[in-house]
């Protein structure tokens, strides 16, 4: 099943909430997430690192999708490399043409 929950980024507190109540999550998936200063990687890259951290004892993978592109800025980028500066996770960016067709 799905269920969809807001979540504002970087509140840790709603994050480990979240969890309580309806994780553990096997999966986070998110889309257009980044604009440049209005919406800068940090405090998602902050929630997501909360949303892990808040079921850490859980044997539940945690596998996070986001589909991301350049709008106002080298948002992709400035993302993986903060992402990859913190050390947490196997970041990972596909391309479109390493996609399955269909």
């Not at 940090?42 to 999708?65: I, R, W």
Request: aromatic letters at 6%; charged letters at 25%; glycine letters at 6%.
């Amino acid at each position: 099943s799905c269920t969809f929950q807001q979540l504002c980024w970087g509140d840790a507190a709603a994050a480990a909430r979240l969890v309580r109540e309806h994780g553990p999550f096997s999966h986070v998936i998110g889309s257009d997430l980044l604009y440049g200063a209005k919406a800068p990687a940090g405090p998602l890259l902050d929630t997501l690192e909360a949303l892990a951290s808040a079921q850490k004892d859980c044997t539940t993978s945690f596998l996070v999708t986001l589909a991301v592109k350049n709008r106002c800025c080298d948002e992709v980028e400035v993302f993986m490399k903060e992402a990859h500066s913190r050390e947490l996770w196997h970041v990972k960016k596909v391309e479109t043409g390493d996609l399955p067709e269909n």
